[in-house]
């Protein structure tokens, strides 16, 4: 997707702050932090959001969830949520898939 952020910060034409990056996954914090501890855990390839997963996409689904657990342990962050937005009505601004990570805070209720 030529005109999306995310697939931008992927291909390394806008900077973004990485905590990790392999083959199919990038990590990066993010720009507008909502907690002390905000990041962000990225598929490389497109997906529009979390219902554009498809059947083959587990072990990618599942690898974010594991690694963004491991980073945050990683970032001193033992308490977090974890935050998918679907959809305009959800939140969602950017329209490639991401799991936010939040901690390093207390939070309360879901807004
Ligand atoms: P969402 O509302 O779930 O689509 O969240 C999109 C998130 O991406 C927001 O928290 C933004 O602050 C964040 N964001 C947007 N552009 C960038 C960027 N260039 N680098 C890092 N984070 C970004
Ligand atoms: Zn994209």
Known sequence: MSDCIFCKIVKGEIPAKKL????????????????????????KKH?????????????????????GARLAAEHGVGDFRVIFNNGPMAGQEV?????HILGGRQLHGLG
Request: charged share 30%; hydrophobic share 50%; net charge negative.
């Open 20 to 43: 990790y990056e392999d083959d199919e996954i990038i990590a990066f914090w993010d720009i507008d932090p909502q907690a002390p501890k905000h990041f962000l855990v990225v598929p």
């Open 47 to 67: 997906l529009a959001a979390v219902a554009a997963l498809e059947e083959g996409d587990e072990r990618l689904a599942g690898r974010m969830l594991r690694l």
């Open 95 to 99: 329209f490639h898939l991401h799991m």
